[in-house]
């Protein structure tokens, strides 16, 4: 099987991440992964993993993460979704996304191996047994696991996380009835393993009685958190608090006071899982090398041009204030909006009007579940919002290019598929970008 083939086997899978129904927990049940994994020799449990899960900031908190235990000399493995342009993105051995070739041989490996289980996996639970395959087979130190979906059910939850985090509970995911904070909560809560300690960007004490399952609780504000953060060129120099050091002046590469915060979550992730704190310069080389594609990534200047994954309201409303407060562009600007069926489209335009935008131009995101770029237009425009319906992301991107001027910034977002055609189109990925190192 090669490349295109896996690819295609992978495709015939049922995929709830292109379906009207994602986002749901009813009749979702982790046996068909156990069953799988059980007769792959439950390789998932060959290595120690910190699980991240949270309704925003927990990709980029596994990324800092990462980068931090790489710095301190691990081999690393971070498994992580959606992908922006490519699978092979969701796979990641000391930051590098796995082969082309070797990203085959592991999904023909599990293909083999499928029938042994009663009930069809689905394409995420068989992309996560790959993960969980090879970083078994290349022996990694520690695996960073993101969830897909919530926590309790979502098939990364065969593993026994030593640390658990949750960086925080928003809408998402939810018809927003009744306590849904707390159903978020509790589904959230499931990764928590016995013995584990959970690190915990939540504050709300409304919910502390669901975090008791763990062993050790280390929780922001009290425990750990960012003490001061102020801008600097191409980035930002921040103030970490740990309960075990503390380290000032630390340059992070990244924009926006929330991946501030999200630093701290992540140092203290990698504290408790060391067990100590971490050498200063370790964490000053291992945040000196973060990158965050598709994260508020800027892409060109003159004009400013941003793309952003931001897909719920507080996402939204983080990456409005950054580009308010970081940049404060001087011209006009521009949204290219594109979302996903299952949000209200008026709550997450409403947090990008923080921006001030002279013009939406609105699109239909490249999924089976993105919501019409008419249907975008027309609320956008019932919010007193000028907007254009202009179709594609690539139509969109043209027409932002033609009608903006040097000084006026260029905002993508709404949906990670949105990012991920906005970078196709802006930054085509290259065959190096795929290609993990060699081994020792």
Same mark, same amino acid.
């Given at each position: 099987?090669?490349?295109?083939?896996?690819?295609?086997?992978?495709?015939?899978?049922?995929?709830?991440?292109?379906?009207?129904?994602a986002?749901?927990?009813?009749?979702?049940?982790?046996?068909?992964?156990?069953?799988?994994?059980?007769?792959?020799?439950?390789?998932?449990?060959?290595?120690?993993?910190?699980?991240?899960?949270?309704?925003?900031?927990?990709?980029?908190?596994?990324?800092?993460?990462?980068?931090?235990?790489?710095?301190?000399?691990?081999?690393?493995?971070?498994?992580?979704?959606?992908?922006?342009?490519?699978i092979?993105?969701?796979?990641?051995?000391?930051?590098?996304?796995?082969?082309?070739?070797?990203?085959a041989?592991?999904?023909?490996?599990?293909?083999?191996?499928?029938?042994?289980?009663?009930?069809?996996?689905?394409w995420?639970?068989?992309?996560?047994?790959?993960?969980?395959?090879?970083?078994?087979?290349?022996?990694?130190?520690?695996?960073?696991?993101?969830?897909?979906?919530?926590?309790?059910?979502?098939?990364?939850?065969?593993?026994?996380?030593?640390?658990?985090?949750?960086?925080?509970?928003?809408?998402?995911?939810?018809?927003?009835?009744?306590?849904?904070?707390?159903?978020?909560?509790?589904?959230?809560?499931?990764?928590i393993?016995?013995?584990?300690?959970?690190?915990?960007?939540?504050?709300?004490?409304?919910?502390?009685?669901?975090?008791?399952?763990?062993?050790?609780?280390?929780?922001?504000?009290?425990?750990?958190?960012?003490?001061?953060?102020r801008?600097?060129?191409?980035?930002?120099?921040v103030?970490?608090?740990?309960?075990?050091?503390?380290?000032?002046?630390?340059?992070?590469?990244?924009?926006?006071?929330?991946?501030?915060?999200?630093?701290?979550?992540?140092? =203290?992730?990698?504290? @408790? *899982?060391?067990?100590?704190?971490?050498? %200063?310069? &370790?964490?000053?080389? #291992?945040?000196?090398? $973060?990158?965050?594609?598709?994260?508020?990534?800027?892409?060109?200047?003159?004009?400013?041009?941003?793309?952003?994954?931001?897909?719920?309201?507080?996402?939204?409303?983080?990456?409005?204030?950054?580009?308010?407060?970081?940049?404060?562009?001087?011209?006009?600007?521009?949204?290219?909006?594109?979302?996903?069926?299952?949000?209200?489209?008026?709550?997450?335009?409403?947090?990008?009007?923080a921006?001030?935008?002279?013009?939406?131009?609105?699109?239909?995101?490249?999924?089976?579940?993105?919501?019409?770029?008419?249907?975008?237009?027309d609320?956008?425009?019932?919010?007193?919002?000028?907007?254009?319906?202009?179709?594609?992301?690539e139509? =969109?991107?043209?027409? @932002? *290019?033609?009608?903006?001027a040097?000084? %006026?910034? &260029?905002?993508?977002? #709404?949906?990670?598929? $949105?990012?991920?055609?906005?970078?196709?189109?802006?930054?085509?990925?290259?065959?190096?970008?795929?290609?993990?190192?060699?081994?020792?």
């Amino acid at each position: 099987m090669d490349y295109l083939e896996a690819l295609d086997h992978l495709d015939s899978l049922i995929n709830y991440e292109v379906m009207p129904r994602a986002g749901a927990i009813e009749g979702l049940s982790l046996e068909p992964m156990q069953a799988f994994m059980g007769a792959l020799g439950d390789p998932q449990l060959a290595y120690p993993v910190i699980h991240l899960t949270g309704t925003n900031g927990k990709g980029s908190t596994a990324r800092i993460i990462s980068s931090l235990l790489v710095a301190a000399g691990l081999s690393v493995g971070t498994y992580g979704s959606p992908h922006l342009q490519r699978i092979n993105e969701r796979f990641t051995w000391n930051q590098r996304e796995i082969d082309d070739d070797e990203l085959a041989a592991v999904l023909e490996q599990l293909q083999a191996l499928a029938p042994l289980v009663d009930a069809p996996l689905s394409w995420f639970e068989l992309t996560t047994a790959a993960a969980f395959r090879w970083f078994a087979d290349i022996a990694v130190d520690v695996a960073v696991i993101e969830v897909g979906l919530l926590g309790e059910w979502d098939a990364t939850n065969v593993v026994d996380g030593q640390v658990a985090v949750v960086t925080n509970i928003t809408r998402d995911h939810t018809d927003g009835q009744g306590d849904w904070r707390r159903r978020i909560a509790s589904e959230k809560a499931g990764i928590i393993k016995p013995g584990a300690t959970l690190v915990l960007g939540e504050t709300d004490p409304s919910l502390a009685d669901l975090w008791e399952r763990a062993d050790a609780v280390m929780l922001r504000d009290r425990d750990f958190g960012c003490e001061n953060d102020r801008l600097a060129v191409g980035g930002r120099l921040v103030d970490l608090r740990t309960p075990e050091a503390t380290y000032d002046e630390v340059f992070l590469p990244l924009h926006g006071a929330h991946q501030a915060d999200n630093t701290a979550l992540a140092l =203290a992730a990698c504290e @408790a *899982f060391f067990g100590r704190p971490l050498a %200063d310069e &370790i964490v000053r080389d #291992g945040l000196a090398n $973060v990158t965050m594609p598709g994260r508020f990534e800027v892409v060109g200047r003159d004009p400013l041009v941003v793309i952003d994954g931001a897909h719920n309201p507080a996402g939204a409303a983080a990456t409005a204030k950054t580009l308010v407060h970081d940049f404060d562009p001087a011209g006009s600007r521009i949204l290219v909006f594109g979302m996903l069926s299952g949000r209200d489209p008026a709550e997450v335009l409403a947090a990008f009007a923080a921006i001030n935008p002279d013009i939406v131009l609105t699109v239909t995101a490249p999924s089976p579940r993105g919501v019409p770029s008419t249907e975008l237009a027309d609320q956008a425009i019932g919010m007193g919002l000028a907007a254009e319906s202009c179709g594609s992301v690539e139509a =969109a991107i043209a027409r @932002a *290019f033609a009608v903006a001027a040097e000084e %006026d910034a &260029i905002l993508i977002s #709404g949906s990670l598929y $949105v990012a991920g055609e906005a970078r196709t189109r802006l930054l085509p990925p290259t065959a190096s970008e795929s290609r993990p190192p060699e081994p020792d």
